[in-house]
């Protein structure tokens, strides 16, 4: 169940507005055929689940894009000193609701946030640099300057784990690269 829900085309918002609509359906084929055992409970079900599902459409906000296959780099993710870098994949990697922007609230202490236009994690990549595991973190941000990024690039290591260290980039215009790795022992 757990690998249904990490797709990125299967949301928990679209398999509840699924089983909603299905359960309406078959209430109101049910309703029209007189058959009330089976009509009420389905219509009295379904068409609240069917109206939860889309609220939870209505707010939902995808895992960022994942280029890294999620078994590759396994051995390196699960070492002691990695596992600060584990639960911040395993916490971007999920489908979120009722919020603007993964991280929104760590970007939001950083000072790294903009209420019109916040920082957008496009994509998320797993990385094997001189044997140190490391996460490649890519915003799209165009409301938040890039010299903000790099004013934190020293205390953004620190904010999302002990033993972290962290380096910013900028690939192209209105995009942040922060890539965050454990910290060996030149770091």
Not at 18 to 44: C, E, R
Not at 137 to 145: S, T
Not at 151 to 171: M, N, T, V
Request: charged residues 20%.
């Amino acid at each position: 169940m757990q690998a249904l829900f990490s797709s990125r085309l299967i949301s928990p918002g679209s398999l509840v507005t699924v089983v909603g609509a299905l359960l309406t359906v078959v209430g109101s084929v049910a309703y029209l055929n007189d058959n009330a055992n089976l009509s009420l409970p389905t219509i009295f079900y379904g068409i609240p689940i069917l109206l939860g599902g889309l609220a939870l459409k209505s707010s939902e906000l995808p895992p960022p894009l994942r280029l890294t296959p999620p078994q590759a780099l396994r051995e390196l993710r699960q070492q002691p000193e990695n596992l600060a870098l584990s639960r911040l994949l395993a916490d971007v990697s999920r489908w979120r609701y009722g919020q603007k922007a993964h991280l929104e609230s760590s970007l939001e202490a950083l000072k790294l946030w903009d209420e019109d236009n916040p920082p957008q994690l496009a994509s998320v990549e797993e990385r094997n640099e001189a044997n140190r595991y490391g996460l490649l973190l890519r915003f799209d941000c165009q409301g938040v300057a890039y010299q903000r990024w790099q004013a934190l690039e020293d205390r953004l290591g620190r904010f999302f784990g002990p033993g972290l260290c962290c380096s910013i980039s900028q690939p192209a215009p209105g995009q942040v690269d922060v890539m965050l790795s454990a910290a060996g022992e030149d770091g």
